[in-house]
């Protein structure tokens, strides 16, 4: 069983175009064109039996229709995490629509969506994330749009983790992106998961596995962010660490089962 905890998808007509646009940001090459359909035959080609569909609101005005696109996702049959942008006068009702909606968790990127993890405005939003039990995955570390700056370096977010300890907080990319050794000093351990979307290029294993030590197997979520890396290559790279079977199996599907309450896995 593998579930893909980090992957992007986008309406047919967006896709081409807001692949493009992000492209022009990251310079990584695409391994799907980001539609539903052409994600779904590459998983099942990759070996992935369920993943995870994050959507971002990069505007306030992109909510609705946000919300309303991961929920077709999730009828669908895949995981469906919604978004609110923190400038929307709105955004704490979206989080209850987005309840009322069926979907699983909430996804927050701070460099996209310009705020600063720490940053009082998002309390409001946070509280109401704690209130409904919603997960939310949190971009961590540097990100190619904000390369010398990182909006949610893990030293803050632990001191949201302290602020909001009822809040469900995935950290991806290990904490840290490209910052693995604060995210092992300062989320380690913590109570928090970590996806490990990217490792494969970014991280060496040696870091990896250290840091899995110290936060605990139970708390490590297998992913990808596809489309710019494959979830064949991030599992290749989990079966090279020194990981036991056990603890390779939570993290490849059992924690993902077990936050999002998928009691029809077997």
């Known amino acids: 069983m593998l579930i893909d905890f980090h992957v992007h998808v986008f309406p047919d007509?967006?896709?081409?175009?807001?692949?493009?646009?992000?492209?022009?940001?990251?310079?990584?090459?695409?391994?799907?064109?980001?539609?539903?359909?052409?994600?779904?035959?590459?998983?099942?080609?990759?070996?992935?039996?369920?993943?995870?569909?994050?959507?971002?609101?990069?505007?306030?005005?992109?909510?609705?229709?946000?919300?309303?696109w991961a929920a077709a996702v999730q009828k669908s049959g895949h995981i469906g995490f919604g978004s609110v942008h923190p400038d929307a006068a709105d955004a704490v009702e979206e989080l209850f629509r987005i309840q009322?909606?069926?979907?699983?968790?909430?996804?927050?990127?701070?460099?996209?969506?310009?705020?600063?993890?720490?940053?009082?405005?998002l309390f409001p939003i946070y509280d109401a994330l704690s209130e409904l039990g919603l997960p939310v995955v949190f971009h961590a570390g540097l990100d190619p749009i904000s390369p010398h700056r990182a909006h949610c370096p893990p030293a803050a977010l632990a001191s949201v983790l302290r602020k909001?300890?009822?809040?469900?907080?995935?950290?991806?990319?290990?904490?840290?992106?490209?910052?693995?050794?604060?995210?092992e000093e300062f989320l380690a351990g913590k109570n928090l998961y970590m996806d490990l979307s990217m490792c494969v290029s970014?991280?060496?294993?040696e870091q990896f596995e250290r840091t899995v030590r110290k936060h605990g197997a139970q708390r490590i979520l297998f992913a990808s962010d596809c489309p710019w890396s494959r979830p064949s290559d991030e599992f290749a790279y989990v079966e090279r660490s020194s990981l036991s079977s056990a603890e390779k199996e939570s993290i490849y599907w059992k924690n993902a089962a077990q936050l999002l309450n998928l009691s029809d896995l077997s």
């Open 164 to 183: 909001f300890p009822r809040m469900k907080v995935i950290a991806a990319h290990l904490g840290g992106m490209v910052m693995y050794r604060e995210a």
């Open 100 to 121: 009322k909606l069926g979907l699983s968790g909430v996804k927050l990127h701070p460099d996209y969506q310009n705020f600063f993890v720490d940053d009082p405005k």
């Open 13 to 68: 007509q967006l896709a081409p175009r807001a692949l493009n646009r992000l492209l022009q940001v990251n310079r990584v090459p695409c391994y799907s064109n980001g539609t539903l359909a052409d994600t779904e035959a590459k998983m099942k080609e990759w070996g992935v039996d369920q993943f995870v569909s994050l959507n971002i609101a990069t505007k306030p005005t992109q909510q609705t229709d946000v919300n309303n």
């Open 202 to 205: 970014f991280c060496s294993l």
